[in-house]
């Protein structure tokens, strides 16, 4: 059975830092880029961050960079996204998920990608 399970989301003060945590199992862990999708309220997905199978290439939209850090172990295979300096605009589900492709930076459905997960809430309020 595959499965994709995040864990690490709180609630946090503007400023603040959150570890998110993606466990793999199932499926080749290694044969897949992964992602960090998150969806706040009434608004569609937004891509966070992608990283290849090996880990060499990493990418984020402006609102990313610079401020959160996506790696994988692919001996644990465990995917991570570090993020600091939040703010309230961070509020969000956030979904790992992966595919075979690397160009899914703009999904309209989290379907599109070959396994995801249930999400974890990230909260930024005072």
């Known amino acids: 059975e595959v499965k994709l399970v995040e864990s690490g989301g709180d609630l946090v003060q503007p400023g603040g830092s959150l570890r998110l945590s993606c466990t793999a199992s199932?499926?080749?862990?290694?044969?897949?880029?992964m992602y960090w999708i998150r969806q706040a309220p009434g608004t569609g997905l937004e891509w966070v961050a992608h990283?290849?199978?090996?880990?060499?290439?990493?990418g984020y939209p402006d609102s990313a960079q610079g401020r959160f850090t996506v790696s994988r172990d692919n001996a644990k295979n465990l995917l991570t996204l570090q993020m600091n300096a939040l703010n309230p605009e961070d509020t969000a589900m956030y979904y790992c998920?992966?595919?075979?492709?690397?160009?899914?930076?703009?999904?309209?459905?989290?379907?599109?990608?070959?396994?995801r997960g249930q999400g974890t809430q990230v909260t930024v309020s005072s």
């Open positions: 990283i290849s199978t090996d880990g060499a290439y990493k």
């Open positions: 998920a992966a595919s075979r492709q690397s160009w899914l930076m703009y999904p309209a459905d989290l379907s599109v990608f070959d396994y």
């Open positions: 199932g499926f080749t862990f290694n044969d897949y880029w």
